[in-house]
């Protein structure tokens, strides 16, 4: 898994653009949370789709951050959490034991 690390606001502009050519994801994890930690090796341990950018974001350190996104797509903040967005809208979300990587391919083909 290549994760792209979300650090600014500029990075989810510019994340939001490029969901106009290929389905990006947003995983938002808490490192205080061992939830998180199974679902984040969950996530490695799957077979990436290769048409999809994979991005996440230290909810703790980034908070402000995690709000906005929350609040720009319009999705309760829960984590952990996916977001699979596409043409800049989240398509699909899901949070805790329910995330998988499988879910995840098969939202982006329909998305």
Not at 57 to 77: F, P
Request: hydrophobic share 35%.
């Amino acid at each position: 898994m290549n994760w792209n690390v979300l650090t600014t606001e500029a990075q989810l502009t510019e994340l939001l653009e490029k969901s106009k050519v290929n389905p990006q994801v947003i995983y938002k994890h808490s490192t205080r949370c061992g939830t998180s930690s199974m679902i984040k090796n969950r996530l490695e341990r799957g077979p990436v789709p290769p048409e999809i950018d994979f991005h996440f974001i230290d909810l703790i350190t980034y908070r402000a951050l995690s709000n906005k996104i929350a609040e720009d797509l319009g999705v309760r903040h829960e984590s952990p959490q996916v977001l699979l967005i596409r043409n800049g809208e989240c398509v699909y979300h899901e949070s805790h034991y329910a995330v998988y990587m499988e879910d995840i391919a098969a939202r982006s083909m329909r998305a």
